[in-house]
């Protein structure tokens, strides 16, 4: 539904009937680590993310995993099979 609170006109999945339905029926501000991604949209009222009604708890435990402006590094190696491993070097 179209929300009606703080991000008037825009589409909103928490926007019902009745209201707003998100915890406390109001959207929060983005955090400082949201500065430069391409969700954050300015309104009015602020800059908020366009995906995420309360970022702060997208940051709360690592990285945003919506966020445009970090890149994600992979750091985990496939493990090998000792036996396979040890057939390819014999031949």
């Not at 501000?29 to 991604?37: A, M």
Request: charged share 20%; proline share 3%.
């Amino acid at each position: 539904m179209i929300c009606e609170t703080i991000r008037k006109g825009s589409e909103c999945v928490f926007m019902t009937a009745k209201g707003c339905a998100y915890n406390g029926g109001l959207c929060r501000e983005i955090v400082e680590s949201c500065q430069g991604c391409g969700r954050a949209t300015q309104i009015d009222s602020g800059w908020y993310c366009a995906t995420c009604p309360e970022p702060a708890i997208k940051w709360k435990t690592g990285n945003c995993n919506l966020a445009t402006h970090i890149a994600a590094t992979v750091t985990a190696q496939a493990k090998i099979n000792p036996i396979k491993a040890s057939k390819r070097g014999n031949r």
